[in-house]
């Protein structure tokens, strides 16, 4: 059995260090949780990084195990589906689901973090803001921290009996173990940029319908925007870091004005919206997207990656953060039956690595989707077909993107393999056909039966 009053030292108060934190000082252990950064309930640590999040099932049910759905309830705005604003200047709503009740939510980072940050504290962990990891001793589980904290910032080593890693795509504690015989990752950086455009609300009220998230495909790249509960949106532009001359990036933006000209007629109903576009273009900064993929996320029964730190993804799932709560709800869960630490962390990391490479897999691909493959007429085919089979026989037929978005109990891998098949089946069933109507949707489920186990 686990001793559950000892101490765990937590690197990083973000979201997963946060919930896990909570999670543990609820079952009584001793939690301290070391941060970088000073309090960001009393500075704007916000500044240039994603202001909302979409939240959907799994990030629900992390939520749940510490029992914080009710208090996150009033930071979500409903998002039902897309609207896509084509480049002729149509629109198009696509619903997420064949199911009215399964929602993704648009939720803010900072006023989650506070939440998770309170619930933390309530529950006895104990933080320490304003100490960076500047240096990590896998052999001896010592911390070199720089604390800010006080007028003369100065260095220490802090010995710890447990670490787990919660300190973000850029880890120090992961690239400190890369020696380690046995333990490989992989980092590796999209060529594409992002930059986040406030988009204000008009006359009090939201600019646009507020319950979408909202897309502009165009190809290459491509702008969205979702909503907040303060009827602002956030967009945010996704486009190449450089490319020849003649294609647009972020390059482009070495001249103010060609950026600014290239962006109201590629987005033409933006600019109405947003009074200081050429100003954010200009000013607001571009953040950097990338995967993390590691063979396993633990030594002995000393140190555990988690959250970002083990697997950060694209975030064109939606998924970074649901990903990682369910690494802490999957965590929590192990705590009730595995004989030691050494046993959660192993089962945890054998457990946890297959579906986290699923969803990087999965979020490139959406990436895909977004920017182009939406614009296509067979795709909005394929969409209407599944979600007609799976009115039909929903212990057959479920979407990907709903086993990934809605569907909890699938894990992604599962979702990842299914979702394979079934693009067989989709791309084959609509070939020869424009309209459901002429789709023999008999013949698609015994097929389906055929090719994939019930769910
Ligand atoms: P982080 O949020 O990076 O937190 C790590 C913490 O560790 C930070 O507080 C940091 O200050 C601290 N830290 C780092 N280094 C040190 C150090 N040396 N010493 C001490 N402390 C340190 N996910 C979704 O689920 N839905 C979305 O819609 C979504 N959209 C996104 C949009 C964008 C543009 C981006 C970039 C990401 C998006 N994500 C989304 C992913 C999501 O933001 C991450 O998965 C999530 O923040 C991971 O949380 P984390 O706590 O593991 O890591």
Same mark, same amino acid.
Request: proline share 6%.
């Given at each position: 059995?686990?001793?559950?009053?000892?101490?765990i030292?937590?690197?990083?108060?973000?979201?997963?260090?946060?919930?896990?934190?909570?999670?543990?000082?609820?079952?009584?252990m001793? =939690?301290?949780?070391?941060?970088?950064?000073?309090?960001?309930r009393?500075?704007?640590?916000y500044?240039?990084r994603?202001?909302?999040?979409?939240?959907?099932?799994?990030?629900?049910?992390?939520?749940?195990?510490a029992?914080?759905?009710?208090?996150?309830?009033?930071?979500?705005?409903?998002m039902?589906?897309?609207?896509l604003?084509?480049?002729?200047?149509?629109?198009?709503f696509?619903?997420?689901?064949?199911?009215?009740?399964?929602?993704?939510?648009?939720v803010s980072?900072?006023?989650?973090?506070?939440i998770?940050?309170?619930?933390?504290?309530?529950?006895?962990?104990?933080?320490?803001?304003?100490?960076?990891c500047?240096?990590?001793?896998?052999?001896?589980?010592?911390?070199?921290?720089?604390?800010?904290?006080?007028?003369?910032?100065?260095?220490?080593?802090?010995a710890?009996?447990?670490?787990?890693?919660?300190?973000?795509?850029?880890?120090?504690?992961?690239?400190?173990?890369?020696?380690?015989?046995g333990?490989d990752?992989?980092?590796?950086?999209?060529?594409?940029?992002?930059?986040?455009?406030?988009?204000?609300?008009?006359?009090?009220?939201?600019?646009? /319908?507020?319950?979408?998230?909202?897309?502009?495909?165009?190809?290459?790249?491509?702008?969205?925007?979702?909503?907040?509960?303060?009827r602002?949106?956030t967009?945010?532009?996704?486009? *190449?870091?450089?490319a020849?001359d003649?294609?647009?990036?972020f390059?482009?933006?070495?001249?103010?004005?060609? +950026?600014?000209?290239?962006?109201e007629?590629?987005?033409?109903?933006?600019?109405?919206?947003?009074?200081?576009?050429?100003d954010?273009?200009?000013?607001?900064?571009?953040?950097?997207?990338?995967?993390v993929r590691?063979?396993?996320?633990?030594? &002995?029964?000393?140190?555990?990656?988690?959250?970002?730190?083990?697997?950060?993804? =694209?975030?064109?799932?939606?998924?970074?953060?649901?990903?990682?709560?369910?690494?802490c +709800?999957?965590?929590?869960?192990?705590?009730?039956?595995?004989?030691d630490?050494?046993?959660?962390?192993?089962r945890?990391?054998?457990?946890?690595?297959?579906?986290?490479?699923?969803?990087?897999?999965?979020?490139? &691909?959406?990436?895909?989707?977004?920017?182009?493959? =939406?614009?296509?007429?067979?795709?909005?085919?394929? *969409?209407?077909?599944?979600?007609?089979?799976?009115?039909?026989?929903?212990?057959?037929?479920?979407?990907?993107?709903a086993?990934?978005?809605?569907h909890?109990?699938?894990?992604?891998?599962?979702?990842? /393999?299914?979702?394979?098949?079934?693009?067989?089946?989709?791309?084959?069933?609509?070939?020869?056909? &424009? =309209?459901?109507?002429?789709?023999?949707?008999?013949?698609?489920?015994?097929?389906?039966?055929?090719?994939?186990?019930?769910?």
């Amino acid at each position: 059995m686990l001793v559950h009053n000892e101490s765990i030292t937590i690197l990083g108060a973000g979201l997963t260090g946060a919930l896990l934190a909570t999670i543990l000082a609820q079952r009584g252990m001793q =939690v301290q949780v070391i941060e970088r950064q000073q309090d960001p309930r009393k500075i704007d640590a916000y500044a240039g990084r994603s202001i909302n999040l979409a939240m959907a099932a799994r990030g629900m049910n992390g939520l749940a195990v510490a029992g914080l759905n009710d208090a996150v309830a009033p930071l979500l705005c409903p998002m039902p589906g897309r609207l896509l604003h084509n480049s002729d200047g149509t629109q198009h709503f696509q619903p997420y689901s064949a199911h009215e009740h399964e929602l993704n939510y648009s939720v803010s980072r900072a006023g989650l973090n506070a939440i998770l940050l309170e619930a933390a504290e309530q529950a006895g962990a104990e933080f320490r803001f304003g100490q960076r990891c500047v240096d990590f001793d896998p052999t001896e589980n010592r911390l070199t921290l720089e604390a800010s904290d006080s007028d003369t910032p100065h260095r220490y080593s802090l010995a710890t009996a447990r670490l787990i890693a919660a300190d973000g795509a850029g880890s120090p504690v992961r690239r400190a173990m890369a020696p380690l015989p046995g333990f490989d990752f992989e980092e590796s950086l999209l060529d594409h940029l992002y930059q986040e455009i406030a988009i204000p609300p008009k006359d009090g009220q939201f600019a646009m /319908e507020a319950e979408a998230l909202h897309i502009w495909p165009r190809g290459g790249y491509m702008f969205i925007a979702l909503p907040n509960p303060e009827r602002d949106f956030t967009g945010t532009l996704f486009m *190449k870091a450089t490319a020849a001359d003649d294609e647009p990036s972020f390059q482009w933006w070495q001249d103010p004005e060609r +950026a600014a000209r290239w962006f109201e007629t590629t987005f033409p109903d933006v600019p109405a919206l947003v009074p200081d576009l050429a100003d954010q273009l200009q000013n607001n900064p571009t953040g950097v997207m990338g995967t993390v993929r590691c063979n396993r996320w633990h030594l &002995e029964d000393r140190i555990l990656l988690i959250g970002d730190a083990a697997h950060a993804i =694209v975030p064109f799932h939606g998924q970074g953060m649901n990903a990682a709560f369910e690494d802490c +709800a999957a965590f929590s869960a192990l705590l009730d039956t595995a004989s030691d630490w050494r046993d959660l962390f192993q089962r945890f990391s054998a457990a946890r690595v297959p579906n986290a490479n699923a969803i990087a897999d999965m979020a490139l &691909e959406n990436y895909v989707e977004m920017r182009d493959t =939406v614009r296509d007429p067979k795709f909005h085919l394929k *969409k209407a077909l599944a979600f007609e089979l799976e009115r039909l026989a929903p212990d057959q037929f479920i979407s990907r993107y709903a086993m990934v978005m809605f569907h909890a109990d699938i894990p992604y891998a599962t979702a990842q /393999e299914r979702g394979r098949v079934q693009a067989q089946l989709l791309d084959r069933w609509t070939r020869r056909h &424009e =309209v459901i109507s002429d789709i023999d949707l008999g013949k698609c489920l015994r097929e389906a039966r055929e090719a994939l186990p019930a769910l």
